[in-house]
């Protein structure tokens, strides 16, 4: 079968304000190879000019089985951490971004496929989804930012577990890990990850900036720093015209309350 081009590997669609972000590669389980990489930084840069939101999903029964091993196994050592260097920059446009992700995961979520999934704010995940980092029996070690991303998500005694004794975890356990912010049925991960972009791209844009580059960089500095940060950026929040308009809005009885689960 002659090689895929990069279009092909990722598909990429537009559904109103929410960019669609498909791995089609799912005769390789949508391993990350050097193609793929390029092809999901493309993905990525495209939605954060035309959308308010994104989604990434894996096409066939696996969201991603990681780094492409067959090409790894190839690369001498500065070409190895060259690579790791690359997909940092890549997942860090999706970590801390202009607009915000959502991954919606089935089957695989495996070493540089959690990796990704990790680098979104929120992960959907269906019943079959189970969650490994086989990077210790391979003789590797996580690359696309998994020791920081993954570490400070589970923590890092389980991330350590997970990579030294082989652990996987199901959706369900991972969910009680807080590795993954929403349970769906079978089939319904994009769906449900579509309706929580549509959602979050109705929000004042500036504000889900802020929630992308504030919230990570704020764990990172001490308590009063960061308190200090919050409140600079809750002012420049609070007088943009959009908050203006949109406070008004609540004021006036045009927007929606704020309702308990469950009531709508
Ligand atoms: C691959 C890869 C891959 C599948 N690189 N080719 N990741 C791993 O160690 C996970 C390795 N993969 C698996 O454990 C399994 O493939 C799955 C559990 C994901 C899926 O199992 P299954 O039975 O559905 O598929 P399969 O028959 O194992 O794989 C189908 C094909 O995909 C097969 O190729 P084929 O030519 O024989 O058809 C596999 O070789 C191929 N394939 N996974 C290359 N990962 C930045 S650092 C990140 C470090 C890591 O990510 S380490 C973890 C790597």
Redesign the pocket.
């Known amino acids: 079968m002659s090689a895929q081009n990069g279009a092909d590997l990722v598909r990429y669609e537009l559904r109103g304000p929410v960019a669609v972000i498909g791995l089609n590669r799912p005769?390789?389980?949508n391993?990350i190879s050097d193609s793929v990489v390029n092809a999901i930084d493309a993905a990525v840069g495209r939605a954060a000019r035309e959308a308010k939101a994104a989604v990434i999903y894996g096409a066939g029964?696996?969201f991603c089985?990681?780094?492409?091993?067959?090409e790894h196994v190839e690369k001498s050592l500065m070409e190895a951490v060259e690579n790791?260097r690359h997909?940092h920059r890549v997942f860090d446009r999706i970590e801390r971004g202009t607009i915000p992700f959502v991954v919606a995961l089935q089957g695989?979520v495996?070493?540089?496929g959690f990796?990704l999934a990790a680098s979104a704010q929120i992960r959907v995940a269906e019943r079959s989804a189970f969650f490994g980092l086989?990077?210790g029996q391979?003789g590797?070690f996580?690359?696309?930012g998994g020791s920081v991303r993954i570490g400070r998500l589970i923590g890092e005694a389980r991330m350590a577990d997970m990579m030294l004794t082989g652990r996987v975890l199901t959706a369900e356990e991972m969910e009680r890990w807080g590795g993954v912010s929403y349970l769906a049925e079978e089939g319904g991960a994009l769906d449900k990850a579509i309706e929580l972009a549509e959602r979050m791209a109705s929000n004042a844009s500036f504000s889900n900036y802020a929630v992308l580059n504030a919230l990570p960089r704020i764990r990172d500095m001490s308590s009063e720093d960061g308190l200090f940060l919050e409140s600079v950026i809750s002012a420049l929040t609070t007088a943009s015209p959009e908050a203006e308009e949109r406070l008004r809005a609540f004021l006036e009885k045009r927007a929606a309350k704020v309702k308990a689960p469950g009531h709508g």
Not at 65 to 70: F, K, M, P
């Open positions: 005769e390789k389980r391993a029964p696996h089985a990681g780094l492409d091993l067959a790791s997909w695989a495996v070493g540089g990796e086989p990077e391979r590797i996580v690359g696309g």
